[in-house]
């Protein structure tokens, strides 16, 4: 018999990536931005035009910053129990152009957990080669059977579905969320272990 699938969320579920942007932000930008103040409209969050943020975008994305990210050491353990009676895939809203960077990091940080890394090219302009789907696209066309992300929107775009989804940490952006039925909020990896040990 197949396995339900949980899929996993990167950034501030897996890795520590607003800590380590708002600290490149502030070195290259000379600014003095805090974790709370993240936005992910990086445009308003650096109070530049639309033309500039896309600059930075460059930027940040040509300097590689991501592969130095650190992971969620708590979250090892966890997935290994959690590999054992589901299989795991990740799902993340990365643009394609760091789709390399991004399958080395998750091999070198969580090695041999995930069986499978969909990039869902929200942020990717069209090509032929190239696709733009939501996260709860990839879900229904996955379909997992849970979904642990930090961004409101996907984990209540996925809900809305009927799949349950984990609402993960305590961020600025996620912290005064109403949260529907079916989604629970868990603010580290422990809290995940909890709820999935429920669920059996």
Known sequence: MSKSIIAV??????????PAFVAWCNKQYSLDLTVDEYDE???????????????????????RAMASYKHD???????????????????????NHVRDLTLEWLERA?????????????WDVITEESHKATKADLARKLDIAYLI?????????????????VMFGDYGWNRDIDLPAGVVRCVDWAAVKEYFDAQT
């Open 9 to 18: 969320d990167i950034d501030d579920v897996l890795s520590e990536n607003v």
């Open 41 to 63: 409209d990086w445009s308003r969050m650096w109070q530049v035009d639309h033309a500039e943020a896309t600059r930075r975008n460059g930027e940040f994305h040509a300097s």
């Open 73 to 95: 050491a708590q979250a090892i353990d966890v997935l290994k129990a959690l590999k054992q009676r589901y299989d795991l895939v990740v799902i993340t809203s990365r643009p």
């Open 110 to 122: 969580y090695p041999g957990l995930f069986d499978s890394v969909h990039f869902a090219g929200m």
């Open 149 to 165: 992300d930090d961004q409101p929107k996907h984990v209540l775009a996925v809900s809305s579905l009927g799949i349950p989804a």
